[in-house]
């Protein structure tokens, strides 16, 4: 289990560096972009979204 979760580590830390190159961005602005304000914006939609929809209720 402990070699699948450094696996998964580093897969994602490659995945910060690559995108960052890729976006002509360093590894700290990459990351603040996606951790400050990307996440927290799809979790705040989410968020209201639900609400929305336990408030109006869901119609099929």
């Known amino acids: 289990m402990n070699h699948l979760l450094h696996d998964i580590y580093w897969f994602c830390t490659d995945f910060c560096i690559?995108?960052?190159?890729?976006?002509?961005?360093?590894?700290?602005?990459?990351?603040?972009?996606?951790?400050?304000?990307?996440?927290?914006s799809i979790t705040i939609f989410l968020?209201?979204?639900?609400?929305?929809?336990?408030?109006?209720?869901f119609r099929e």
């Open 18 to 40: 690559n995108a960052s190159n890729l976006l002509g961005m360093t590894y700290e602005g990459f990351n603040t972009l996606l951790f400050l304000i990307i996440l927290p």
């Open 47 to 57: 968020l209201l979204a639900n609400i929305y929809r336990y408030v109006c209720g």
